[in-house]
């Protein structure tokens, strides 16, 4: 039992490339999140998936998509990275209204 | 809109204080409050869940108490180690989302 998986752990980017930031749970969870952790800023939300099939914006979610793939899996990209989204990346699941487990995050630099 | 807010954003105390870190929550209408442990460089390790109908929930030697009409939750850790030197986040969910506050940062010294 994995949990919350992330790939990749560190990632460079230069400005206008664009990555998929992959995220697996093993757990059989229906909830799926995406989060990004700035300096004094906290953990805000990206995206988040309730159910299989479906996808909301969160807090911040301008610059960026996501693809609940299956249950298991949740992707984020970014289309054209800039540096404002130098950040580390976290995913997250839950059973419905229940505790959230965290992956390992993925440390992106956008130069 | 909710907001949370931790205070000491940093602490730092000697082996074996027993410590409270603090957290307040604007609206009251939670359905549950979460705390959470981040190691430097590593993601977040769930401690403790409490239920918007519970008071206090216990793991070892750390104890959260939740008073909704308050908007106030508190983070017990008796005899502080070393070990627990990290960042600790309190998380309340309204729906299916978690908003976050930023955290104190714990040092314990031997």
């Known amino acids: 039992n994995a949990g919350v998986t992330q790939t990749p752990k560190f990632q460079v980017l230069k400005t206008g490339q664009s990555m998929t930031l992959q995220c697996a749970q093993d757990?059989?969870?229906?909830?799926m999140y995406w989060y990004r952790q700035d300096p004094g800023m906290g953990l805000r939300l990206i995206y988040y998936?309730?159910?299989?099939?479906?996808?909301d914006k969160g807090e911040v979610p301008n610059g960026y998509n996501v693809s609940r793939l299956n249950k298991r899996e949740f992707s984020l990209r970014l289309e054209s990275a800039a540096p404002s989204q130098t950040s580390v990346y976290f995913c997250?699941?839950?059973?419905?209204?229940?505790?959230?487990?965290f992956g390992p995050g993925t440390r992106l630099t956008v130069t | 809109k909710q907001e949370v807010t931790q205070i000491p954003a940093a602490l730092s105390v000697p082996e074996g204080e027993n410590l409270v870190l603090n957290c307040s929550f604007t609206?009251?209408?939670?359905?549950?409050l979460q705390w959470f442990r981040q190691d430097p460089g590593k993601g977040l390790t769930s401690l403790l869940l409490?239920?918007?109908?519970?008071r206090e929930q216990t793991s070892g030697r750390l104890n959260a108490s939740l008073d909704k009409s308050s908007g106030r939750s508190t983070l017990y850790i008796a005899a502080s180690q070393p070990g627990d030197s990290a960042t600790y986040l309190c998380?309340?969910?309204?729906?299916?989302?978690?908003?976050f506050g930023t955290g104190t940062r714990l040092q314990v010294f031997p």
């Open positions: 997250a699941s839950s059973p419905v209204r229940v505790e959230q487990y």
């Open positions: 757990m059989n969870h229906n909830s």
């Open positions: 998936s309730a159910s299989e099939g479906t996808t």
């Open positions: 609206d009251s209408a939670i359905y549950n």
């Open positions: 409490i239920q918007s109908s519970q």
């Open positions: 998380a309340v969910s309204g729906t299916d989302k978690l908003i």
